[in-house]
């Protein structure tokens, strides 16, 4: 339980709270760049800031805020140049800082322009998706995070946007109690008993949280394992402040949760699909495919059937913002306290001026930042994948007959309707 002013602190997200001064010291991902083929910057909110996000004739991303100094005509339609971009209605022209470089109504002489300069941020590519960094200088370096950068693998991203503060998705990831339930006894009571279903719902008799460099490793014993297992030895990590790692059986994903402003969090579903197996060849992928989860099948029911919105629709019903003054929190919720400690002393750091826990500013430690992941979770290893493919948010993915053939598994599935094609085989 907290107060209600230590509950603000943790979810205000805006510029100048101290929660919003922690967030702005990462790079977010705000657009995969397969988005930027149109002739207009694409309308972000990040942060609680309103931006457009464009890439320029030189390749530089960028995100600029959206109203035009001169006489507040939005730059959402501004024409996009060499370097920088140019408002439609009078042809002011900014450059990636936000440098007004050009009013070409004026005389030759005036120097006006450089006294304006609109707010700009730096975004960088990396893996598919544009990231953007809304803090003071000198900017950090853009983790090289292991999927993100990997060779042989196939990739693909889903997106959804949820109504709700990026905090109680966080919480979720310290919470391996839900997984037995959610996940294994709702999936069960939604399909009727499945593989899936039965890896699910084991017990989980201990859970762990340790804080590394980069988060907090999170391990699980489930009954009938030993502390030799990968889900105990390696576990998973939390990666601070608003990602997730989870994978297993050749399945690796970072779950982003992108906190556009206090009641709003966009999530990117990252995953890398890699064979245990060596030599399994890989297919050439030239772009990563970047598609739509749903939170309701077409005739209107709930997708209460795959794993991963499951979590999403439970995490709506919390409230846009939970009311922490209200809940009851137990023995099971310790990974919960783990985590606020941690968001509540990263925000003392910031405060103090000081670098919070993951920022990197080494390039030797950046060429790739490689984080432990149990190979066989559950030990269910192949079992797991399928339970992954059939009955988790890939369904939704436009690349799945790629990934079941690169793993053997295309047996499993039929081209067209999936949800309806995949449920027989999984009972
Ligand atoms: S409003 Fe943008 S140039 Fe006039
Ligand atoms: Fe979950």
Redesign the pocket.
């Known amino acids: 339980m907290l107060s209600k002013e230590q509950n603000e602190r943790l979810t205000q997200v805006g510029s100048g709270t101290p929660m919003g001064e922690l967030l702005r010291r990462y790079w977010h991902p705000v657009a995969a760049t397969s988005e930027f083929s149109g002739k207009f910057p694409l309308k972000r909110r990040l942060l609680g800031e309103d931006l457009l996000v464009y890439r320029d004739g030189n390749g530089n991303y960028s995100a600029i805020e959206p109203v035009c100094a001169h006489r507040r005509a939005t730059l959402e339609f501004g024409c996009i140049e060499k370097d920088g971009i140019r408002c439609p209605y009078h042809g002011w022209k900014y450059d990636i800082t936000g440098q007004c470089v050009d009013m070409p109504a004026e005389p030759a002489n005036s120097t006006y322009k450089a006294k304006v300069k609109l707010t700009a941020y730096p975004g960088m590519e990396m893996g598919g998706l544009v990231w953007l960094y809304l803090g003071p200088q000198p900017q950090p370096l853009l983790p090289r995070f292991d999927l993100f950068v990997w060779d042989r693998c196939l990739r693909d991203i889903g997106q959804v946007s949820l109504p709700c503060n990026f905090v109680q998705i966080m919480e979720?990831s310290v919470?391996p109690h839900?997984?037995e339930w959610?996940?294994g006894m709702l999936g069960r009571y939604m399909r009727g008993g499945s593989a899936s279903d039965d890896l699910f719902s084991k017990h989980a008799v201990k859970i762990g949280f340790d804080t590394f460099e980069y988060g907090i490793i999170k391990r699980r014993l489930v009954a009938g394992q030993t502390e030799e297992s990968d889900s105990w030895k390696i576990g998973h990590p939390l990666v601070f402040p608003t990602m997730l790692r989870v994978g297993g059986g050749g399945h690796n994903q970072y779950q982003i949760r992108v906190p556009v402003d206090d009641v709003t969090t966009h999530l990117y579903y990252y995953s890398a699909y890699q064979p245990l197996d060596e030599t399994i060849a890989v297919p050439h992928q030239d772009v990563i495919p970047l598609y739509e989860m749903l939170l309701r099948w077409p005739d209107g029911s709930p997708c209460m059937d795959v794993?991963?919105i499951?979590?999403m629709l439970v995490w709506i019903t919390q409230s846009p913002i939970v009311d922490r003054t209200l809940e009851r929190l137990v023995t099971s919720d310790v990974g919960l306290h783990h985590l606020r400690k941690l968001y509540f002393s990263e925000m003392e750091k910031v405060e103090q001026g000081l670098d919070p826990l993951g920022v990197v500013r080494d390039p030797a430690k950046n060429t790739m930042i490689e984080l432990p992941q149990e190979r066989h979770t559950y030990g269910a290893g192949t079992e797991f994948l399928r339970a992954t493919l059939l009955n988790g948010q890939a369904q939704f993915s436009p690349l799945l007959p790629e990934i079941m053939a690169m793993f053997g598994l295309s047996n499993l599935t039929t081209d067209g309707q999936l949800k309806q094609a995949q449920r027989p085989l999984t009972d």
Do not use: A, K
């Open positions: 979720n919470d839900h997984v959610l996940h794993t991963e499951q979590d």
